[in-house]
């Protein structure tokens, strides 16, 4: 049935699975175990249901944090950094300015250093505006302690906040500049680029290489950045938009190889998100509908 909520509200809860957890993959699977609880409720049941929208927020969230719990245990074990998984978003994400900065790649890596509860709450709060009573009942924590949940997260959120971004115009003339400069690998060209305290983080997930820790400083990224290109005579950089932001697609030999995602402010780069980890990139290529 069209009309039925759960369709109604399919990207919305695939859009709060997806911010609570970083991971489209598992994201996916919460939106499954949501739609096999709301497929379980009989037509008494449905129609007892006085809010349906908020109903299934409730049931998505609870899921995404039972998932981001396993899931924070498993990184605990992960080879290397560990990145969010880079999406191809629908271009009307662009207009609605407050969901576009909380799926871009910069605020989800903010996001990672939040307590799975503080997590939930922040998102269902500052992205959804979901009152504070339908969040305790989503979190199992009274109003009163989501309010200072929420306050705590968005404390925590605003001391890492990255800067204002740049217009698209402008970040598209940066992301240009660059190609050009790592495909030339021109040092000079990528220090007038890059921010003097740019940090460049890789995630292969222990199944390719990757860098084992961030590299920090613009004298050391430009020299790493310059030497990609000797890894292979078949390189090729693409510039694309990943999480409603500027990125890089790098293929070698034929093939994906990474999806960097640009952090632009100022005219400069001031962080460099490649994600190699096969796993992570198998969407890249198919655009996801997100909603609030």
């Not at 790649?105 to 009152?131: K, N």
């Not at 030999?253 to 999806?259: H, P, S």
């Not at 198998?282 to 509908?289: K, L, Y």
């Amino acid at each position: 049935m069209t009309d039925d909520p759960f369709v109604t509200h399919r990207r919305l809860l695939f859009t709060v699975a997806y911010e609570v957890l970083g991971s489209a993959t598992d994201a996916e699977d919460v939106v499954q175990e949501t739609w096999l609880r709301w497929a379980a409720l009989d037509d008494e049941a449905r129609a007892d249901v006085r809010d349906p929208r908020a109903y299934l927020v409730r049931i998505v969230t609870r899921q995404a944090l039972n998932r981001l719990r396993t899931l924070a245990r498993r990184r605990e074990d992960y080879v290397g950094e560990w990145l969010p998984e880079p999406l191809l978003v629908a271009g009307d994400v662009a207009d609605d300015v407050a969901l576009a900065e909380s799926v871009s790649f910069a605020m989800l890596t903010v996001l990672e250093t939040l307590e799975p509860v503080e997590r939930a709450v922040f998102v269902l709060r500052e992205v959804f505006d979901t009152p504070y009573d339908e969040i305790a009942a989503a979190v199992d924590r009274s109003p009163a302690a989501v309010r200072q949940i929420a306050h705590r997260a968005r404390s925590r959120v605003a001391e890492r906040r990255p800067r204002r971004s740049v217009s698209r115009a402008e970040q598209e003339a940066v992301v240009a500049r660059f190609i050009a400069a790592v495909e030339g690998g021109d040092i000079q060209a990528l220090l007038d680029l890059l921010a003097p305290d740019v940090v460049v983080v890789s995630d292969g997930g222990g199944i390719v290489s990757a860098l084992p820790r961030p590299i920090r400083g613009a004298g050391r990224v430009a020299a790493f950045l310059s030497m990609l290109r000797e890894y292979t005579d078949d390189f090729v950089t693409v510039p694309m938009r990943v999480n409603g932001g500027p990125a890089v697609r790098v293929d070698m030999a034929g093939e994906l190889n990474t999806v960097m995602s640009l952090v632009v402010a100022d005219g400069r780069i001031g962080a460099i998100y490649a994600v190699r980890n096969p796993h992570k990139l198998a969407r890249v290529d198919q655009e996801t509908a997100l909603s609030r």
